[in-house]
Nanobody, 128 residues
Framework: QLQLVESGGGLVQPGGSLRLSCAAS??????????VGWFRQAPGKEREAVSC???????NYADSVKGRFTVSRRNAKNTVDLQMNSLKPEDTAVYYC????????????????????WGQGTQVTVSS
């Protein structure tokens, strides 16, 4: 059973930056064999996709974060990061990482139903 742990959330002012990290709890498990997604859920709203990265490194982004967020792998540390710049109050949400076995290195399907494993989430608050 793959368990995921998110870190890096917190309170930041508008225009600021945060980096979220997603790590597999079992250190012997290579997260680079999995497609990984970042999702977020604001109070009263449905969980939505933010960004995904395929097992082969292909990425996609929600329109609302394009040009501001970057997803990447740090294979040496077996993590997937979400670098968030130019943060806005509307980015406030609980951010979750999710993973699935990479069926294809090019498969970057980025919907909640495509993922099998989920972390507990980390709160990101953007406020002055």
């Amino acid at each position: 059973q793959l368990q995921l742990v998110e870190s890096g959330g917190g309170l930041v002012q508008p225009g600021g930056s945060l980096r979220l990290s997603c790590a597999a709890s079992r250190f012997t498990l290579e997260l680079d064999n999995y497609a990984v997604g970042w999702f977020r859920q604001a109070p009263g709203k449905e969980r939505e996709a933010v960004s995904c990265i395929s097992s082969g490194g292909r990425t996609n982004y929600a329109d609302s974060v394009k040009g501001r967020f970057t997803v990447s792998r740090r294979n040496a540390k077996n993590t997937v990061d979400l670098q968030m710049n130019s943060l806005k109050p509307e980015d406030t949400a609980v951010y979750y990482c999710a993973a699935r076995i990479g069926r294809s290195p090019f498969d970057v399907t980025c919907v909640t139903t495509a993922f099998d494993y989920w972390g507990q989430g980390t709160q990101v608050t953007v406020s002055s």
